[in-house]
T-cell receptor
């Protein structure tokens, strides 16, 4: 039973570029949440997708956007990258009916 | 506002017991979670408390006092592999498992 998978593992971009990160949820899960984790900090909630709609959003600018597909997989897009966007981006999936969120290994994004 | 506090670092000896405290102030409360995160890896779910009291799961136990906004994670019979960051997280929304608000994490070092 595959867990949450994310791609790519690592990514290097320059300021002003755009990036797309991908996530496949754990089997049986229908909800996907995205978090940003800076070094030495806890994850910060970006947004959550359920039934292909953004259900909740954290305190992140509109440069951060997402999408959920009919198979429950999800993408996180970040436009106009800033140096401060360098972080580990974690995807977490869960079942809307209950149960904890399960995390993927994340995508390490570095902005030069 | 939303605030979750936990100690930054702790050290303990192999075979001993350690207690990691977490205090929280959130606009709502729908449960408290503990996750373990080894360096460079995904956070993994350890425990969930929504009612006051102690939840025991093998070598790990978690306690919650909602009136005090306080939780702790108790690790018994410490092993070297328990060296990791421990993240305290609160789900502030009613109606199910939604976004998680994380503390900065407690880095635990277990030494022989």
């Amino acid at each position: 039973d595959a867990g949450v998978t994310q791609s790519p593992t690592h990514l290097i971009k320059t300021r002003g570029q755009q990036v797309t990160l991908r996530c496949s949820p754990k089997s049986g899960h229908d909800t996907v949440s995205w978090y940003q984790q800076a070094l030495g900090q806890g994850p910060q909630f970006i947004f959550q997708y359920y039934e292909e709609e953004e259900r909740q959003r954290g305190n992140f600018p509109d440069r951060f956007s997402g999408h959920q597909f009919p198979n429950y997989s999800s993408e996180l897009n970040v436009n106009a990258l800033l140096l401060g966007d360098s972080a580990l981006y974690l995807c977490a999936s869960s079942w809307d009916g209950g149960g904890p969120q399960h995390f993927g290994d994340g995508t390490r994004l570095s902005i030069l | 506002g939303q605030n979750i506090d936990q100690p930054t670092e702790m050290t303990a000896t192999e075979g001993a017991i350690v207690q990691i405290n977490c205090t929280y102030q959130t606009s709502g409360f729908n449960g408290l979670f503990w996750y373990q995160q080894h360096a460079g890896e995904a956070p993994t779910f350890l425990s969930y408390n929504v009612l006051d009291g102690l939840e025991e799961k093998g070598r790990f136990s978690s306690f919650l006092s909602r009136s005090k906004g306080y939780s702790y994670l108790l690790l018994k019979e410490l092993q070297m592999k328990d060296s990791a960051s421990y993240l305290c997280a609160v789900s502030p929304n009613s109606g199910g498992y939604n976004k998680l608000i994380f503390g900065a994490g407690t880095r635990l070092a277990v030494h022989p």
